[in-house]
């Protein structure tokens, strides 16, 4: 039985245009439309559709505690079955700007129902949406318009060939736009790597560590307050290594230090690095070395 405050479940495009006030679809499994030509919907959705949206407003984005400058371009990209909130008086913006909304299944049979995975920003939090400069803009509006202009039109049997390849477009043109963004706010994510250091390095000096395990992405975004793709696209853009690669790095210094300062058998070292079995040490061990465990010991003596 649904619950007043429950989300309310979109599973189609229909549903997302009725929910919205929107006039019926031109295609079952795809849709367009302007912000200022939609209501704003107050309350919790959970979406079974792909949304890609580019807005601007008038004034200031409140998300959480924290306002964000709403003047330029600001694109989120939300994947199925995500929970989307807007609650009364979260803004004090007049909203105007183009949402794409497609089902997964207007995908299958293309190359792009599973090269879409690979795009991160699908999972990334609100706080962590693309800023565009104003000629990033112009070329993301150019091409959403272009999706506008053929879902609008007669549907053919080109339609979806054309409308797919300008979402592939769209979707390189933002991944190369993220990565712009990650090297212009160097500063805040230089102070995210530092962070995600000090977090290592004293998650790696517990002594509860063999009770802990070896820490997971999951774990180490929540600790540094941002979604886990987002660290890991991050770090990638940075230097060069996922937030998994960063944990592993971490972890195979702690076991040279252990393996060079202590006389623990491989074993010990290995359960007190959080490892269900030894051998999953020395297989780490050996990957980011080339040597096993207990040839690195060795050429110590």
């Known amino acids: 039985m649904k619950k007043e405050n ?4 979109i599973k189609s495009i229909s549903d997302m245009n009725l929910i919205l006030g929107l006039p019926k679809p031109k295609h079952p499994l795809i849709t367009v439309f302007r912000f200022e030509n939609a209501p704003k919907y107050i309350g919790s959705m959970i979406i079974g559709l792909y949304c890609i949206a580019i807005k601007k407003g008038v004034g200031k984005f409140k998300y959480g505690q924290r306002y964000y400058d709403y003047d330029s371009g600001i694109m ?22 183009i949402a794409l909304n497609f089902h997964p ?41 272009n999706i506008e202009r053929e879902y609008k039109s007669n ?20 991944n190369r736009f993220y990565n712009r963004q990650f090297i212009t706010r160097k500063p805040a994510n230089d102070d995210i790597l530092i962070r995600l250091e000090h977090l290592l390095t004293d998650y790696f000096t517990n002594e509860d560590l063999s009770v802990l395990g070896v820490p997971t992405v999951q774990f180490v975004a929540q600790q540094l307050h941002v979604s886990s793709n987002y ?16 944990i592993h790095n971490k972890l195979i ?24 079995y030894p051998s999953s040490l020395t297989k780490l061990f050996k990957k980011k070395t080339d040597i096993s465990p207990l040839e690195f010991r060795q050429s110590f003596n």
Do not use: W
């Not at 879409?116 to 509006?141: M, P, Q, R």
């Not at 549907?155 to 933002?174: G, H, K, P």
């Not at 660290?231 to 960063?246: A, F, K, V, W």
């Not at 060079?260 to 058998?265: A, E, F, R, V």
């Open 76 to 97: 989120s990209f939300f994947s199925p079955n995500q929970v989307l909130t807007h609650e009364a008086g979260e803004t004090d913006t007049i909203d105007c700007g």
């Open 231 to 246: 660290l890991s696209d991050m770090l990638r853009s940075i230097t060069g290594q996922t937030t998994q690669q960063h």
């Open 105 to 145: 299944d207007f995908l299958s049979g293309y190359p792009l129902a599973k090269t879409i995975t690979k795009y991160g920003f699908f999972t990334y939090e609100l706080n962590e949406a693309l800023h565009l400069s104003e000629d990033e803009e112009k070329v993301i509006e150019h091409i959403l318009q």
């Open 6 to 9: 429950d989300p309310i479940k």
């Open 155 to 174: 549907i053919d049997q080109f339609s979806q060939d054309v409308i797919i390849a300008q979402i592939e477009l769209l979707l390189q043109y933002s």
């Open 253 to 276: 210094d702690k076991a040279k230090e252990l393996l060079s300062t202590t006389n623990l058998s491989v074993s010990e070292i290995a359960y007190q690095l959080g490892f269900d």
